[in-house]
């Protein structure tokens, strides 16, 4: 047996498991270089779109031997000013479940390091789908921001009364022009208690995506670049091909083609 003994014979791996094997982190790597966060749960519901199924253990194998890891995050900084006199709501989103979209949204803010100082995103989530329904872009962190994407939302969406914007106290959100315009498009002004991110953890979670799959990866260096780019992520990548763990490793898009009927038309405007 050319000078292996007989354990390590049988042990070794096979030419045709190497062949296997290499083909395989082919096509993690082809994944990966769109998705360089996937772990390897996603990693097998990617595979089993394109037809192939693979045992978990086999997968996770392959990736630590090739080392195909995901991108690991970075820390995540808070942009959120609280001290200020205006209003701030109750918390709706405790006890708010949401069965289709435009039950509830949630908003949030967070910055873009470029090589002059940051740009600044706010955007707004529908909880039902998770989707990206409305962002704007700045280089100011103030109310018009904030109103940029829920002017943005309310034009692709059109909820009906009564739908659920869920915040933190930030002065962006609290400020008298923002809440005039929740209320005069008929949505309930619902805010986080202070210094809890659990109570907008869908929104945290976003946040932390983009930066992990976009911003860490892309390292914009100027405004225009990130205006370029971030809303190509958005809608083309988060909203219509990653998959979600949330809703049963779907995108966006999809869970809202699947669960709601959109025979009914209630609330669904595409872009």
Not at 7 to 14: A, D
Not at 149 to 155: G, I, P, S
């Amino acid at each position: 047996m050319i000078g292996l003994s007989r354990s390590g014979y049988y042990y070794r791996p096979t030419l045709a498991r190497e062949i296997a094997d290499a083909d395989l982190k082919d096509r993690i790597d082809a994944i990966h270089l769109e998705m360089p966060c996937y772990g390897y749960r996603r990693i097998q519901e990617a595979l089993k779109r394109q037809g192939l199924q693979v045992n978990g253990k086999r997968l996770r194998r392959v990736m630590r031997e090739y080392g195909l890891l995901p991108v690991r995050p970075r820390a995540f900084v808070r942009t959120t000013d609280s001290k200020h006199g205006f209003l701030r709501y109750p918390n709706l989103l405790a006890e708010a479940v949401p069965t289709k979209p435009n039950q509830v949204w949630v908003a949030d803010i967070t910055y873009i390091r470029i090589r002059t100082g940051f740009a600044f995103l706010a955007v707004i989530l529908d909880l039902y789908s998770r989707r990206a329904i409305g962002w704007s872009l700045s280089k100011r962190i103030d109310r018009h921001l904030a109103l940029g994407a829920l002017e943005h939302a309310l034009r692709t969406r059109q909820p009906p009364p009564g739908c659920i914007h869920h915040s933190d106290q930030g002065v962006q959100y609290a400020s008298t022009d923002y809440v005039e315009a929740l209320e005069s498009a008929g949505l309930r002004p619902s805010m986080s208690r202070k210094g809890n991110p659990y109570d907008n953890a869908a929104a945290e979670s976003f946040m932390k995506t983009l930066k992990y799959e976009e911003v860490y990866l892309e390292n914009y260096e100027t405004f225009e670049e990130v205006i370029e780019g971030i809303p190509t992520f958005l809608e083309e990548v988060y909203n219509k091909k990653r998959l979600h763990s949330s809703l049963g490793y779907r995108t966006p898009e999809e869970f809202e083609q699947d669960e709601f009927n959109l025979e009914t038309g209630q609330g669904l405007h595409n872009h």
